[in-house]
């Protein structure tokens, strides 16, 4: 299956600062790609490049086989696009702003009519439908956003943020959105809701200081996080110190903390399963243990670790 979105080593500088350095990646049909960064790693700046707003410094971006630079608004027609902060015309209603989006996508007639009431219904905006636009709550004001951006129901979409300013139940249903329109489409999701990538995402990129520090899947890079793997051993009336020793000793630990009087956490070198050596090593203390398990690394460990180091030099 061919790519929808191709990113090949692009670079954008702004004077002398690069805020991408050399960043590549694809998203094919039925991908939902998470793009993950500190603020100011170069997200949106990336996220405008491959709607062709900004044109690259150095690079090649490929949207639908076409090249964003040679034909940006060939490529504009088959992209859906919500910026950060979703700006709009705050004196129209969304029936008014919609057919208007609509039109100027090409839209008319019976399908436009459709489109219309599918965004309606779908963003659940039908309540503030004729009202203005200015008198909406922001929760309101960004699934209108939302709507501008996959009314002409295009090949790719670009979301920054889609979920900002929704409460929870709202959030949940934008998501449900998401994973219903990504088998017919790729779409790239900007967000620091590190569970929404866990949600709905199959692929994830880590982006900090403009360059790629981590790619894969959500599960692929959690793993990543210090956490992984690490056993939590809990006892039930020996001190934590009883077993500290013994367990520092065990192939494969890092290190050890204590966390309260009878609870011991054991880290991972190398983010491998050390649950059974460690299990080993405590029953041999003959010590009562009220529970052991393994730690899940957590995409939020992993983008905490993958990111600091790069934040910090």
Known sequence: MSDLVSVKDVQKKFDSFFAVSGVSFSAKKGDVLGFLGPNGAGKT????????????????????????????????????????????????????????IGEVRGLSGTYLDERIEYVVKHLNIADVFYQ???????????????AQAIIHDPEVLILDEPTDGLDPN???????????????????????????VEAICNKAIIIAKGKIVASGTPEQLATKSPNHNAVVIKLKKS??????????????????????????????????????????????????????????????????ALTKDVQES
Do not use: W
Request: hydrophobic share 40%.
């Open 132 to 146: 203005t636009i200015d008198t909406l709550s922001k929760g309101y004001k960004r699934r209108v956003a939302l």
């Open 45 to 100: 700046t990336t996220m405008r490049m491959i709607a062709g707003y900004l044109h690259p410094t150095a690079g090649k971006i490929e949207v639908c086989g076409t090249d964003v630079i040679d034909n940006p608004i060939e490529i504009q027609k088959k992209i859906g696009y919500l910026p950060e902060g979703g700006p709009l015309y705050a004196d129209m209603t969304p029936a008014s702003f919609l057919r208007f």
């Open 239 to 304: 001190p934590a110190d009883r077993v500290l020793s013994d367990i520092l000793q065990v192939k494969g630990v890092e290190r050890v903390t204590v966390e309260g009087a009878n609870k011991v956490v054991a880290f991972s070198k190398d983010g491998k399963d050390i649950l059974a050596d460690v299990g080993d090593a405590v029953r041999k203390k003959k010590v009562a243990v009220e529970t052991i398990y393994n730690r899940s690394g957590g995409l939020n460990g992993a983008f905490r």
């Open 170 to 196: 709202q959030k949940h249903e934008v998501r449900e959105l998401i994973t219903s329109m990504s088998k017919d489409k790729a779409i790239i999701i900007s967000t620091h809701i590190l569970e929404e």
